[in-house]
């Protein structure tokens, strides 16, 4: 019997796991570009009811619409760019205080990184070397430093602009769903209920393709969630509508 060998055939590369086979959590458009369509269409489709349910006119629910369209989307990537920039300025300047820390204290800090190391259970001379040869490179040293020790990555940092960009655009897109059957000459609000109960269910549904919950259960809780807003908004109108004017 011959022995088992480890040893790749002639002719042939062992095959290596490609690098990047993850999906990008740590994007600045996704989270931004989900929650801008689910909100624009649950606010919107929320507000164009509870007018409907005060018994305005056919114009008014369209102004309505529209101007929670515009509102909304301004508002919202007004308070992306704020948080997402925010964020990446007090990043930035840990990163700058650390590069600062590096300069003045490398000795300290490369035995910082060696016991970060050895703390996850690498070996102490190996650690010590590791860490060594990291430090070489002060920009490589400074990346090393800040995904240990801050938790990002200096070179993929999320930008403001992206992040504004993706939840107006979203933000408009899903707030157009309800009014849209509006503006092609419905009257009443079945139409617009349908399809923005479809979006609903669409948007939980896309949102599961980037979780690990199943599609319909992300589906059908955006759904009851989005339905649950657009019921109580409905009643309120229906309550205070004929009283207010």
């Not at 990047?20 to 959590?25: E, L």
């Not at 990043?91 to 204290?105: D, G, T």
């Not at 102490?124 to 090393?144: K, T, Y």
């Not at 979203?170 to 769903?177: D, P, R, S, V």
Request: include cysteine; charged fraction near 15%.
């Amino acid at each position: 019997m011959s022995a088992t060998t480890l040893e790749p055939e002639a002719g042939h590369q062992p095959r290596i796991p490609a690098a990047g086979h993850h999906r990008d959590v740590n994007g600045g458009w996704l989270r931004p570009a989900v929650f801008g369509a689910v909100d624009g269409l649950v606010s919107n489709f929320a507000l164009m009811t509870g007018v409907v349910g005060g018994a305005v006119s056919h114009g008014t629910v369209v102004l309505t619409g529209l101007a929670g369209l515009a509102a909304g989307a301004c508002s919202m990537a007004a308070g992306e760019y704020t948080s997402v920039a925010s964020q990446r300025e007090l990043v930035q300047a840990e990163i700058e205080a650390e590069r600062l820390e590096l300069s003045r204290n490398p000795h300290g800090e490369l035995a910082e990184l060696a016991q970060l190391y050895v703390s996850r259970g690498v070996d102490p001379d190996l650690a010590h070397e590791v860490a060594r040869q990291l430090s070489a490179d002060p920009e490589l040293a400074l990346e090393v430093h800040a995904r240990e020790e801050l938790g990002v990555d200096p070179t993929d940092l999320p930008s403001p602009l992206v992040a504004a960009g993706s939840s107006f655009l979203c933000f408009a897109l899903g707030a157009l769903l309800p009014l849209l059957p509006y503006l092609l000459g419905a009257t009443t609000l079945l139409p617009a209920l349908a399809l923005a109960a479809a979006g609903l269910f669409l948007c939980g549904a896309v949102v599961a393709r980037v979780t690990a919950r199943s599609w319909w259960f992300s589906g059908l809780r955006q759904l009851v969630l989005g339905g649950a807003a657009a019921g109580v908004t409905y009643l309120l109108g229906s309550l205070i509508g004929g009283h207010v004017g």
